[in-house]
């Protein structure tokens, strides 16, 4: 009896408090459902129904760009909290431990570094091989030309039938991914090999559900991890694993590759640290190029979409020995396609820094969790992006707006923790596309559903529902007759 009293006054003790911090929050002020000055449970509920991003967007839409999604955290869509968050002083605010989910090895790499220094330090010895001077060297682009035409290689066999773009263009990223960190170790082999079980080992996609139990409740994911993986199987992905600590070992790699540079006498990493930062570079850059790409050719299949798949080709077959990065409409579509699937759509957690801050107009205690996500930055605004939810290539090409459309272009993120395989990204996409319009056209395969395309949210990246996506690819007649 008296231990059940002592029960009761202590969830009455807890209760009260609880009730008293919320009521007590500067964060009150900032809009929001009410259960979120209480409770996170609802987000939490989303998050693992791979929903987060599509509620956290739905919030937006009810209570505007600046929203409170649960006690201590807060989402903003605005290019003001953009630039506040992730560009003051450079680098923006530090990271959250979410980041600690991505640690490599058990060890941290430039993107799982959570504050300034420790960033800076890491960024200053890799940076250079991202930089776009590097990425246009003859051996770097010549290596994502070849698995272009591997690529379409592919296409012209599946010719009558269909091919499954979700696995081969993740085989494509691989490819380009390794050549880029490894030549001349790199592969050119997946896509080769044809072999769709050994390509699909190379997505990263984690069980996200596992993941999240193991960031909210360390202690039951240690206790009951056995249990909890016969219903959410951790992904393995042991051919990336095995590849990456083989071959980071490796020395004599190409000056341009970022081996080459991690070995080098200024970086003074050991070798654990350098697969780790290689594995996390390969986590980094397959999934998100594969997804976009799939999320984007998806599209400009569709029916609604056909006029912008035919001006694509009419600009590619026109100019068929402009470079990839002199094709005005090619980008168009690139932006659009990463605005409206941006491969990294959820929010991106940050700290409020000491002292506290005012973003808005609203003010933030030390430790508040911030965030912006993509698909947000991507949608709220009407005045800059009428029509949000459309894929419209053609807003790009307007200049009036131009500079509003760049301020809250938030795919690659930005500042100094925004991407720095963008570069790299950015030409595999487009090399990708200017090789298969030119050629083909795409149409859906009848065996695809929409919902099959529907984004659904992982860790940090989002993937398509069905994990595939099967187009037929119908040849173009040669261009001039020829
Ligand atoms: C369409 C393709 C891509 C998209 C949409 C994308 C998006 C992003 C975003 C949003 C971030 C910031 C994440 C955060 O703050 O939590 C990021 C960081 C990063 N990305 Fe990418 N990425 C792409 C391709 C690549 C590629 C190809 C590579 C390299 C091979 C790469 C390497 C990285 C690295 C290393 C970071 C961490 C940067 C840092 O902390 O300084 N990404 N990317």
Not at 246 to 265: E, I, M, N, Y
Not at 329 to 348: K, Q, T, W
Not at 444 to 463: C, F, H, Y
Request: proline content about 6%.
């Amino acid at each position: 009896m008296m231990s059940l009293l002592l029960i009761g006054f202590s969830l009455l003790f807890i209760a009260v408090h609880t009730l008293r911090t919320s009521l007590a929050s500067p964060l009150n002020k900032i809009p929001g459902p009410w259960y979120a000055k209480f409770t996170s449970l609802v987000l939490k509920w989303h998050e693992f129904r791979a929903n987060r991003t599509r509620y956290i967007h739905r919030l937006h839409l009810e209570y505007g760009q600046a929203v409170r999604i649960a006690p201590d955290e807060v989402a903003f869509a605005s290019a003001t909290a953009v630039k506040e968050i992730y560009c003051s002083g450079g680098s923006g605010y530090d990271k959250t431990n979410f980041y600690d989910l991505f640690k490599v090895y058990g060890k941290r790499t430039m993107f799982t570094t959570l504050n300034k220094d420790d960033h800076a330090k890491r960024k200053r010895v890799i940076a250079d091989r991202y930089a776009n001077t590097n990425i246009v060297r003859p051996q770097s682009l010549n290596g994502i030309a070849e698995r272009a035409t591997n690529f379409v290689m592919r296409c012209y066999e599946s010719v009558g039938g269909s091919l499954d773009l979700y696995v081969y263009l993740h085989a494509y990223a691989f490819d380009c991914v390794t050549h880029h960190l490894f030549h001349p170790y790199g592969t050119n082999s997946l896509l080769d090999a044809h072999d769709e079980a050994v390509m699909r080992e190379v997505t990263f996609d984690d069980s996200l559900q596992n993941r999240l139990v193991a960031y909210y409740w360390p202690t039951i994911h240690k206790v009951f991890g056995q249990i909890l993986s016969l219903f959410a199987k951790p992904r393995e992905t042991p051919l990336a694993d095995s590849f990456v600590l083989d071959t980071s070992a490796k020395t004599g790699a190409a000056p341009f590759t970022l081996l080459d540079r991690l070995h080098g006498s200024s970086s003074q990493l050991d070798q654990l640290d350098i697969a780790a930062e290689c594995l996390d570079h390969m986590v980094a850059g397959i999934d998100t190029t594969g997804d976009a790409l799939c999320f984007l050719m998806w599209e400009l299949s569709q029916p609604a979409s056909m006029h912008y798949q035919r001006k694509l080709q009419q600009e590619l077959r026109a100019n068929p020995t402009a470079s990839f990065d002199k094709l005005p409409f090619l980008d168009a579509v690139v932006m659009e396609g990463l605005r409206c699937f941006p491969a990294i759509p959820m929010s991106l957690p940050r700290h409020v820094p000491s002292g506290g801050r005012t973003i808005d107009t609203f003010y933030l205690p030390e430790g508040t969790e911030v965030s912006c996500q993509a698909y947000s930055v991507h949608r709220v605004d009407r005045s800059v992006f009428p029509d949000p939810d459309a894929f419209k290539p053609d807003r790009w090409l307007e200049p009036k707006g131009d500079a509003e459309r760049k301020r809250l272009f938030f795919a690659f993120a930005t500042g100094g923790r925004g991407c720095v395989g963008k570069h790299l990204a950015l030409a595999e996409m487009k090399m990708l596309l200017q090789s298969v319009y030119s050629r083909f056209t795409t149409l859906p395969d009848a065996t695809m559903k929409p919902i099959d395309l529907e984004m659904s949210d992982q860790l940090i990246s989002s993937r398509p529902q069905a994990q595939k996506c099967r187009l037929r690819f119908v040849p173009l007649e040669p261009a001039n007759g020829k």
